[in-house]
């Protein structure tokens, strides 16, 4: 089966490229869109995946990680306490899932969103459609290998 790669999305103050570096893998938890969710379903192990900073200043790619486990069910929908509770999920027929990402570098700095939309090549991505607010998404292999080589191409 070819790789696939991906864009993952995480606020920085929940969850960064520098955690992911520290802890160098984790557990890609607490996603509650269904097709978000669905993509993680479709992730294999060996998946390269952009690490996106949300919600930040600036918000932008600030590295590579790839898939280190398949899709699991995800633990935070059991946890009462978890603000990802879901009481309609059950153990034996879960409704969420995750996968385990491992850190594969960070960026010299982030390609943020505003350079992005001036880069003609990459202008088909999911990320910079009007209106996505997907957590989790496909990502051309193209469009994946033109902004690795150009972040290590110009060191950023």
Known sequence: MARRYWLMKSEPD??????????????????????????MQEMKMGDEVLFYHSNAEPSGIAGVAKVSHEALP??????????????TAKKDA???HCVKVQFGEKFPRILTLNEMKEIPHIQDMLVLRKGQRLSVMPVDKVH????????????G
Request: positive net charge; charged residues 35%; contains cysteine.
């Open 144 to 155: 994946f290998e033109y902004i690795v080589e150009l972040m290590r191409r110009t060191n």
């Open 94 to 96: 879960p409704r969420w």
């Open 74 to 87: 995800d633990p935070t929908q059991f946890k009462k306490a978890s603000e990802y509770f879901d009481p």
């Open 14 to 39: 929940v969850y960064s490229i520098d955690k992911l570096k520290k802890e160098h893998e984790c557990l890609w938890e607490g996603v509650r869109n269904y097709q978000a969710r669905n993509f």
